[in-house]
Structures are given as structure tokens and as C-alpha cells.
């Protein structure tokens, strides 16, 4: 049992409190706490990864309590990958932040920003379904503050707009767990995959209202269709450092998706058989649609990006919703690039944005400074994002595609993947030609008709501002570079997914079979008694 | 008594749910709680009904007990809910203060870039 794998939700529960309560009033102080945070939450993640790759499911129990009884954290491949994924992520923003002064527009931004990593880091790692809740909660708390951070009247309203629905999420969360544990009996993950397995069809009522209710629930965190509303406005209003971190909390719903519903309730499961898939595939195909046409007809910027993460969500819940390790596997890679390719818009989109008069509306406006670095680094976001050749969104979308040959996906699943692409490379390719190439004819014709001139103030960005931007678009071309290990290892961690017998032996001891009902009576009489 | 129980999450949820729909900030947060209270005791009953029972084992005695794990649940989510409501009103009160109207939804001005509000509505 290694101690490392509570390390990444320890780490930032430590410093968050520190730099609350004794860095509060010293910013250089706070930064250099968050970032010695960060880089060693790098480190951890690194080493948490290696440790995966060995292809054993490594467990934590916490307080030392065996499994059914304890909460157990729990790494393999799928939620070590991700927890490096987050890691990285938060490094870039964090950079973002401290270079452009966002951190200092508002209190606690860092404590917030560590609380957050935290929450995320956990809901990766837990291998509980109640202590998934929590997580969930402690990140969106944190993403609350995060969300309203600087405040603002258009953000305040935002901001409460999207308290409100994770609010009502969570509410519908609790029930969810309510209807699961009375079905079961239990909430720890590997014992929930052993109970719902024994359940046979014709008392399969009860599990298959829990399987809906927590696949709406997690539905509402990856901002999939009847659900999807609250996310261009939270992420077009939130600052734009946090709309980058936000780009890994749509992936902990979809993470949640594929360990629950793939592994609890899979495709072979009598009990739920085919259930979320049915429902999920149509879900995503129409998220992308409106992704895609959000993206074309968005008239500002950051609503745009917000679609098009939007889109990124349905193209990727299209390969989860076909339940197959290789779409899983596909579903993934497209996970990890979508993340650093929103990411890297939205950092983009704050250094633009912040030099122009006009703000973030899609209107031709005289040419800000540094207009060709930012025009070109717009273009290799956008091909990231929009998934053309060099960046690794055309891998990502052509390993979907190859994912949802099977006939029953194939006709909607990729008319929407193509259809979608098309609209938003011609929606990014819109934005971008308003922002950077017509704003440089403006400037050439009307270089003195406006009576007020608020330009002077723009200042060129130092290259600490644009390095996160660049880092994360280097992150997309990394992933085109080593696609080949990447989608190797993915595709070991989403057979260890899918091969749910290793992760129930190795929560649950070897014994356990899932033919075996009552495994507890004698050993565990007296842990229970004391835990009262 | 499950029929008190169930009416009760039924009475809660459908006024919450009602208050959740009224879009101002007020009503919505009297209705979030509404249906945290819903949740609370729907999770109360996961474990099934029944009074004047220990949530322990008892080593010496029968083994009649209340399954202790949905009390422990119960616990977790009214403190979590009580925290959230607290942080709720706060940015509620934020919003309004700023923006002088306790409306939830944002009408046009996320794309107009101004706010245009629709005059009438609720």
C-alpha cells in the first residue's frame, strides 16, 4: 500500500488552508506556495502514473479500514493519467494567473485555486461513490469562487446562475446515492459492481432509476444536451484563467461516466443492459450539434470557446457512449487533447481580449498590438480545437470515427463528428479572421475617425504571459508526437476499465468472487461495532 | 410511518422543485433548501424504516439494529448542504447588490453584451 496515492489530495488540502490564513496578505509569497504546489504535484502525478503503468489497481485504504467498510482511494491507469492530466494543467494556469495579474483582482485565488485541485484530484482517485460526492462538492465550492473571482455585475449573475444548478445537480446527486444504496446496500465502487452484477432482471427497477439518475447527474458536470445550458454562460463569464481550469471539470463528469457506467454498469450487466448507452449516444450527438452551431453563431469570443467546448464534450461522449475499450480508449485521448486545446483558447482569449477596446465582441476593431503572434497562435488553437491534421484533435476525432464503425453508431456518429468539425472549423475560422485579419484593414482605413482613443493603455504581453498559451498548444502537439505510447497505455487503462475483475479483487481481497453473497459476517463483526 | 416519510420527500421536492422555477433569488434558495431536506430524508429511508432501534450491533442483545451508514450519509449531506446554502445566499446577495434585481436567469446579455431584459416576465 503506497502512501503516495493520498499525496495529490493532501498536498493542495494542506496548502490551501496556508495560503489562506498565513500568505494572505503577501501575493509573491502565495504565488511561490501555489506554484511549489503545483510543480510538485507534477512530480506526484509523474510518479503516480509510473506506478500505475505496471498494470495492477493499487488501493488505499484510509484509516486502514478494509474495503466494503472504509472509504479506499483507488489508482490505475485511467485515474492516474488523469490525475497527471490535471496536474499539468494546473501549472499552466497557475502560470497564466500569476503573469497577468488575474490572481490579484480578488481575494484567496490561490486557495481557492489549490481547494479545487484538490476536489479534482480526489474524484479521480476515490473508489467510493459517497466520497465521489464529496469531492465533487469540495471542487465546486472551490469553483464558485473561482467562478466570481473579480467580481462584476455580469459575472455575479453568472456566477449564481451556476451555484444554483450544481446546487440542484448535487440534490439529485444525494438522491441518486439514496436509491443505490437501498438497491445494493453499498456504495463502495468494487462492491457495487459485485452486487449489481448478482441482481437479476426482473428486480432491476430500483438500479436501473440509479443508474439514470447518476448518469443525469454527471451529465450535468459534462454539460451533455438537456443539461448543457449552464455552460457557455459560466464559462464565457467566468475569468478566463478559471474558464481554462474549467476545461478539466467537464472531464470529471465524463470520468465519472466511464468509471461508473462502464465499469458498475456495463454493457454485459443483466441489470442495466444497454440502459446508458441508449440514452447517452443520442445525448451527445445533439450536444455536438449545438456545440457546433453555438460556435457559428456566437457573436463574442468567449461564448464561442465556450461552445466549442461544448462540441468537444458531445464528440467525446459519442466514443464513451459505445462502451467498448477502444472507444473508451478514443474517448480519452480526445479527453486529454480537449482539455489543453480549450485550455490554451482560453488563455489565448484573455490576453487578446484584454488588449482590445471592444473587449470580447466579434467586431472588426483597429489591430492591437502583437496582432501576428496572437493570430497565429489563434490559428494553432483553432486547428487543435477544431481537430485538423498536425495538433492532435485529428488524431483524437479519427481514432473516434475508427471507434463507431459498428453499424448501430456509425450512420449518426460520424454525420455528427464530421458535420460538427466542419461547423466549427468554419465558426473558428470566422472568429478569427474578424479578430486579426480584418481588424488590420480597419486600422488601415479609419486610422483617426474615433473620437476617444483607448489604446495607449495596450500593452505588448512578455513572453511569461504568452508562455502558458504556448505551453498548452505545445501540450496538443506533444500528444500528436507520442499518440502511439499515449493511446497504448490509455487503451491498457481502459481494458483495466472494462476488466472490472482486477479492480474488484484488488478493493475487495482476492477471495471475493462475485458469485460469493455474504463475505463480512464473522470477520467484521466488531469494526462495525466500534464504527457507531 | 412510509407513508408519512414518502409524502413528506414528496411535499418537499414538489415545493422546491416549484421554488426552484420561480427564478428569483430568493424563492430558488428557500427551494434548494426544500429539496436538500428532500434529499436528506429520502437518504434517511435508503436504509430502510425502523423505530426504536440502536444504529449499532448489540454484542449481548438481539440483533435488531438500524443500518447506521444512511445516518452517517444523512449527517455528511446536511452539513454540506447547510454550507452551501450559507455560500449561496452570499453570492445571491452579491449578485443583487451589483446588478439591483434578484433575477436568476441572464436574458440577452450574455450575447448583446449589455443587458436587455425582458420587461413583464415572473
Known sequence: MSHWIIAPIILPALLAPLIAYVMRYDIVLARAASFAGALALVAIAVGLAVLSADGAVHVYDLGNWPAPFGIVLVLDRLSAVLVLLTAVLALIVLTHAAATGWDTRGRHFHALFQFQIMGICGAFLTGDAFNLFVFFEILLIASYGLMIHGGGKVRLQAGLQYVVMNLAGSTLFLIALGTLYAATGTLNLADLAVKVREIPIEEAALIRVAAMLLMVVFAIKAALFPIQFWLPATYANAPAPVAALFAIMTKVGAYAIIRIHSMIFGPEIAATDGLTGTWLFPAAAVTLAIGAFGVLGARRLMPLLAFSVVASMGTMMLAVAAFTPWATTAALYYLIHSTFAAAALFLLADLVVSRRPEGDRLDPAPATVQNGLFAALFFAGAVAMAGMPPLSGFLGKLMILDALRDPQFMALGWTAVLAGSLLVIVGLARAGSVLFWRSTAVAAHVPAADDAEPRPEARPASPLEVAPTVAAIGMTALLAAFAGPLTDFLDAGSRQVFHAEDYIAAVLGPQEVPEVPQPEPDAAEDPVQEEG | ?122
Open chain 2, 1 to 122: 410511518m412510509e407513508l408519512i416519510v414518502a409524502s413528506s420527500v414528496g411535499v418537499l421536492t414538489a415545493g422546491g422543485v416549484y421554488l426552484v422555477l420561480r427564478l428569483r433569488a430568493f424563492p430558488v434558495i428557500l427551494g434548494l433548501a426544500l429539496l436538500s431536506y428532500a434529499a436528506n430524508i429520502f437518504l434517511f429511508a435508503s436504509g430502510r424504516l425502523r423505530i426504536n432501534a440502536p444504529p449499532v450491533l448489540q454484542k449481548y442483545g438481539e440483533a435488531v439494529y438500524t443500518d447506521p451508514l444512511p445516518q452517517a450519509l444523512t449527517l455528511t449531506a446536511i452539513v454540506i448542504a447547510f454550507g452551501m446554502t450559507a455560500l449561496l445566499v452570499m453570492v445571491a446577495l452579491g449578485a443583487f447588490i451589483e446588478a439591483g434585481d434578484d433575477r436568476i436567469d441572464m436574458t440577452e446579455a450574455d450575447d448583446a453584451g449589455k443587458a436587455v431584459r425582458k420587461d413583464g416576465a415572473a
